[in-house]
């Protein structure tokens, strides 16, 4: 909620401040604002000022939609929701801002539709080629999968490039084939730039518009018979994935992580002499057994010295802390550990109980309390109504004064529909990836990368199903060749990629960011010099 509170006091100060800065351009410029309230501006650097601004609330927009649903879908569960609607209102901003630029009539609506395409296809390589690696950027690890203890030395830039990275599960892969079946429509939309002829283009517009709706019902009735898709994003929605106390010891491959063991070693050794004292591992001790049933008493505590002291000399140096915690981590795995003093079997089973409970809860069934429930559903709706309102009230002028920077800069008019909007509609989605990235487990990764696929896949043929009907309906000319070219290469690219992988070493995430300039620079090539 403090976070809500802050933006809301943040969008009061830019509100303020847009009308300080359109009442100080009223005596030279005049402009009619948008529904009376929203500041306008004929100034370049006005201009872009107000697109900051607007693309801001756009973005929060978003964040709002996204907590409302997820909230929503962590409520009722997999389902019709979770395969339909959950779908639409994650992807609402970026269908609104398609559908309000179809809908202008700037410059005979040529230049604001192809804007609708350049949003479709900025978003889609945007999450292909800087969400993407992201993941594996922010989520690698050590790829060797010996059973030997995780060594010690942090290896060099150049030795993580290939020893590092992430793996997934098959079933990532199966997502990875919806998203390249997804783009079948826009290999049929090629064929208006080989087919130099307008009745024959909106016929194949409106064949293409036939199979990509049918195709998104299609899907939406799959994961409504077949919901393993919407079972992997409820269990990424609800952050079941995210690792416990004791998996925090481990790497990746279940092995001690002795560089995290060292550093628990001086963060106890409080006077920096290089040895832990008995009062100093009592407080080790409570902290792993919070809330035990039995205290952590004296003799408790020496019985675990005694284990710690190899040497003998009445207290613990680090390589004796580093071997025995190793030990108790390899133990507390077996099933049978005989070792009664070994603080982490204890925690252990904790865990294991908790887990339990955890999934359990995270079942959806009959609220005890419907009071309780309501309040919750009432509040995930409020979450999405403001995100909603806020999207449809700045659209119109954001994309009106992204059209006019583009002509006041004199930039490719692509550029600022293909980059800012997207940046606005998936900056907490990347945010949200990173996020759960950094948990650095295969599960982790599967399912980040399953919910990037399935995004990207259900953004892109409701996203083309719009903008297709407003072409035809309008009779918009066709112009949009080269950001369907971009989709299909970029997209197709990734999509074959990552439906024949699960391994992807680090140098791989470095490569994939370099393929959004070289995007951007297919785009100019293909749209401004004609090549």
């Known amino acids: 909620m403090k976070i809500y509170v802050k933006s809301g006091n943040f969008i009061i100060f830019l509100v303020i401040l847009m009308e300080f800065y359109g009442k100080n351009e009223g005596a030279t410029v005049t402009c009619e604002p948008k529904y009376e309230f929203l500041p306008c501006t004929s100034e370049p650097w006005g201009t872009l000022f107000l697109i900051v601004v607007y693309q801001y609330m756009v973005a929060l927009g978003q964040k709002y939609i996204s907590d409302g649903s997820n909230k929503f879908f962590s409520l009722i569960g997999p389902g019709i929701f979770g395969a339909s609607l959950f779908h639409i209102l994650s992807n609402f901003p970026t269908l609104f801002l398609v ?14 539709a192809s804007s609708g395409m350049d949003m479709l296809t900025g978003s889609a390589v945007m999450s292909l080629t800087i969400i993407w690696p992201s993941v594996i950027t922010f989520g690698s690890y050590d790829l060797a999968d010996d059973d030997d203890v995780v060594t010690e030395q942090e290896p060099s830039f150049l030795t993580k490039l290939t020893a590092y990275g992430v793996t997934t599960d098959k079933a990532t892969t ?44 299609t899907y939406i009735m799959y994961q409504i018979f077949q919901p393993w898709i919407q079972n ?8 079941k994935f995210v690792k416990g106390k004791l998996q925090t010891l481990l790497s990746i491959n279940g092995k001690p992580n002795v560089r995290l063991i060292r550093e628990i070693f001086k963060g106890l050794d409080e006077d920096h002499d290089g040895k832990v004292s008995n009062a100093e591992l009592k407080t080790f001790l409570l902290g792993i057994q919070l809330q035990a049933d039995t205290a ?25 802390f580093v071997i025995i915690l190793t030990k108790w981590l390899q133990e507390v795995e077996k099933p049978l550990s005989q070792n009664d003093y070994n603080p982490l079997t204890f925690l252990f089973k904790r865990n294991q109980e908790a887990d339990r409970e955890q999934r359990k809860a995270l079942i959806p069934k009959k609220p005890r309390n419907a009071q309780s429930s309501i309040l919750e559903f009432l509040g995930a709706l409020s979450l999405i109504l403001c995100g909603i309102t806020m999207t449809v009230l700045v659209s119109s002028s954001f994309i009106t004064n992204v059209v006019a920077f583009a002509s006041y800069a004199n930039v490719p008019s692509f550029l600022i529909p293909y980059f800012i909007i997207p940046c606005a509609t998936n900056i907490s989605r990347l945010l949200s990836t990173i996020s759960s990235a950094t948990q650095k487990t295969e599960r982790a990764t599967s ?18 199903t719009v903008f297709l009907l407003l072409v035809y309906i309008r009779d918009l000319p066709w112009d949009v060749s080269p950001q369907v070219f971009v989709v299909l290469i970029i997209g197709g690219g990734m999509a074959i990629l990552t439906s024949i992988r699960t391994v992807y070493p680090l140098w791989m995430g470095y490569v994939v960011y370099l393929m959004y300039p070289i995007s951007l620079l297919m785009l100019y090539l293909l749209t401004v010099t004609g090549a």
């Open 99 to 112: 559908l309000q630029s179809g809908l202008s009539n700037n410059n005979g609506g040529s230049s604001t």
């Open 174 to 217: 199966y997502t990875a084939r919806i998203m390249l079946m997804s783009l079948i429509p826009f290999i049929i939309l090629q064929l208006p730039a080989i087919i130099s002829s307008i009745s024959i283009t909106r016929v194949i517009i409106l064949v293409t518009l036939i199979v990509v709706s049918s195709m998104y019902i």
């Open 232 to 239: 992997r994003r409820f269990e990424y929605v609800t952050k």
């Open 296 to 320: 952590t008493n004296d003799d408790f505590v020496e019985n675990i010295m005694d284990q710690f002291d190899i040497s003998g000399n009445e207290s613990i140096e680090e390589n004796e």
């Open 447 to 464: 399912l980040t990368f399953s919910r990037i696929y399935s995004g990207v896949a259900m953004s892109s043929m409701s996203t083309l």
